[in-house]
């Protein structure tokens, strides 16, 4: 399918074709170098700054004069919506899976009640153990 801008898209929200470029995020966090990024108030020039003879990229801000902040402006956004609250990309965060989550919990929940078993065993000593 086409848009009015001519760019194909498909109809999955987030979905990636083969001859589109991939996102470039650091981590899980948004930047301002991914192919998707957007400034809304278009003021993100990306500069070429050398250090020691070597050069690096770095998006500068023209509307506030500094460098960029990406994903933490209120103008920031992503032509593919993957932008996330926090700074994050919908891409680099791993999908977790529901029995995994359960599994985790039930440990943190056991942990949890043998730590509450020491303690209160501590304060009303030894012999009250058997109460708990």
């Known amino acids: 399918m086409r848009n009015y801008s001519g760019r194909s898209f498909n109809k999955e929200r987030g ?63 992503c032509e593919k919506r993957a932008l996330l609250p926090g700074n994050r990309c919908a891409f680099a965060v791993n999908k977790r899976t529901d029995g995994d989550d359960m599994e985790k919990e039930l440990k943190e929940s056991d942990e949890y009640e043998d730590k509450v078993k020491d303690i209160i065993s501590k304060k009303l000593g030894k012999k009250d153990l058997d109460l708990i």
């Open 15 to 77: 979905q990636i074709s083969q001859n589109e470029p991939k996102p470039l995020p650091l981590g899980e966090k948004c930047n301002y170098l991914c192919p998707y990024f957007r400034c809304n108030k278009r003021a993100l020039m990306i500069q070429t700054k050398y250090v020691k003879g070597s050069p690096y990229k770095v998006g500068f801000c023209r509307w506030v004069g500094d460098t960029c902040i990406t994903g933490e402006c209120q103008y920031a956004y």
